[in-house]
């Protein structure tokens, strides 16, 4: 009986899926939040790579002069090494010239603006007077006095950011850009160019990230390792604040960190489903999948995913996909473009202006392993964020709003089933 209605389960993910992508007979990657490799590594370098990515920095060694935490695992566990944290980060900035239409949602944290106009990132203020400016992260900790950050009323958007999952990133990474690009095409969706930060010159469709920004796991871990702790690295050399609390002028990761941050991530398996074991339940999830596709939710949050095949050269000829993440399926409920849903921040980061208000569709899979949603972390429930989507998903949000309580309760089963 199981076994049946798991094999219904799987029909219907294949149904979804023909919008376009196709995965009929692929294997699955592997899922579990068991710290085993998915086999893209050895369990015995992913272990080693784990060390390094839950090592504790320290001003010695780097961390700072500003920083946001001690080490990559502080905003990246849950339930195993790889989850995300209740971390919320802060950006800022500002526009200038043309109008501001302010934009208040009403469960958001923080004023959003719609504004016309030039984005502008903010400027710190540091304690000691020092202006950091074009810098939209905020950070909020630093390892001397001098080097607090500060913002000033000038600086009148302000945005959190949740901390995001890790798992499954390597198969998200492995997906080509051409399955984005045509996934853009149909649901009016935006892909962006990002630089390949390891590859002079090299840009790929970006997947990772609130906003899209990066679209390589180790431009991520350069990035993260320096703006959310201060440390320079072969990919990113400068810090945001240089010249207070004993400053260290060499470069701070001499240990290539950066590249063990990227096998670690890379060897991660997919996050696993929270399936209901009786068999009504489980039928309850599949009819709840029935009712989120029928009203629409799978437009964004699509279903399946299939990653070049083995051998395939990608980033720029930085990395080749290994037989662990070729030629697989996996099922993050998400085409990883951004979308305006009426939640923008009003910040621009790798991509051009026209993002500032839209934001990456979050992938739903892992979403039992969450206890504060969207962005901002402004809904708890799911329909606080359901009723926060907006414009390009009105439809979808009204279409919800017109469910039987017996069809929600269905789609609830099924959300509570990722
Ligand atoms: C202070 C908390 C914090 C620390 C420390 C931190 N991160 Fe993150 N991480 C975040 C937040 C918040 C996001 C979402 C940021 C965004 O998109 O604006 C994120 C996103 C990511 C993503 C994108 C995941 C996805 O699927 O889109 C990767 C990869 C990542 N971090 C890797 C790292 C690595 C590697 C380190 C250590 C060098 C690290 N992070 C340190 C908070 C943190
Ligand atoms: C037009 C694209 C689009 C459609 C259609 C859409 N979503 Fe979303 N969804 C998004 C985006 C973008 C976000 C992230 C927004 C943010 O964080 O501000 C999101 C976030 C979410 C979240 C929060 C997840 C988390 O972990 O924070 C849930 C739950 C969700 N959507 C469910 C749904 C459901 C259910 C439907 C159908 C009623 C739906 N979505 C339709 C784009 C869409």
């Known amino acids: 009986m199981r076994m049946f209605l798991l ?44 060390d390094v990515f839950t090592e504790i920095e320290t001003p010695q060694v780097g961390l700072g002069p500003v920083y946001n935490d001690v080490s990559c695992v502080a905003c990246h566990q849950n339930q195993a090494v790889g989850g995300a944290s209740q971390t ?45 400016p074009n810098r939209s992260l905020i950070n909020q900790r630093a390892t001397c006095a001098a080097a607090q950050e500060h913002l000033t009323n000038a600086d009148n ?5 949740l901390s995001l999952p890790i798992f499954g990133d390597g198969f998200v990474e492995a997906v080509p850009d051409a399955t984005l690009l045509a996934l853009a095409k149909q649901n009016g969706g935006e892909a962006i160019q990002v630089p390949v930060v390891e590859m002079n010159g090299v840009t790929a469709i970006g997947r990772f990230g609130w906003k899209d920004q990066h679209a390589s796991l180790l431009s991520f871990a350069g990035d993260a390792y320096v703006n959310e702790m201060g440390v320079t690295n072969s990919l990113f050399q400068d ?20 590249n063990q941050f990227a096998t670690f991530m890379r060897s991660l398996k997919v996050p696993p489903r929270n399936l209901p074991t009786d068999a ?39 990395l080749i996909v290994p037989a662990a993440i070729g030629g697989k399926q996996f099922h993050p409920f998400s085409d990883f473009l951004l979308h305006d849903i009426g939640t ?33 972390a402004g809904s ?10 907006k414009r390009e998903a009105t439809a979808a949000e009204r279409k919800f709003d017109r469910l039987a309580d017996t069809e929600r309760i269905l789609l609830f089963a099924f959300l509570g089933s990722l």
């Open 239 to 258: 810090e945001s604040v240089t010249g207070v609390c004993a400053p260290q002028t060499q470069l701070n990761d001499t240990q290539g960190d950066i």
């Open 88 to 132: 919320l980060e802060f950006r800022a900035g500002h526009y200038d010239g043309g109008r501001q239409s302010w934009r208040r949602d009403v469960r958001h944290r923080f004023d959003t603006n719609g504004s016309s106009g030039t984005y502008v990132a903010a400027t710190a203020v540091l304690a000691n007077g020092m202006l950091i």
């Open 157 to 161: 958007i302000r945005a959190g950011r």
């Open 7 to 50: 094999i219904s389960l799987l029909s219907l993910v294949c149904g979804a899926s023909a919008l376009i992508i196709f995965a009929g007979g692929l294997p699955e990657a592997p899922a579990g939040f068991d710290g085993a490799t998915n086999g893209a590594t050895s369990q015995g370098d992913m272990d080693a790579a784990r």
């Open 344 to 376: 923008g921040d009003g910040i621009v980061q790798n991509g051009p202006d026209d993002t500032a208000n839209k934001l990456r569709t979050m992938p739903l899979w892992g979403l039992s392993t969450r206890t504060q949603l969207m962005h901002d």
């Open 380 to 389: 708890a429930t799911f329909t606080e964020a359901i009723e926060r989507h």
């Open 280 to 318: 009504t339940a489980l039928s309850d999830v599949a009819a709840g999948q029935a009712v989120f596709e029928k009203i629409g939710c799978a437009t964004c949050h699509t279903e399946t995913m299939v990653t070049a095949p083995t051998g395939t050269s990608i980033l720029g000829g930085s």
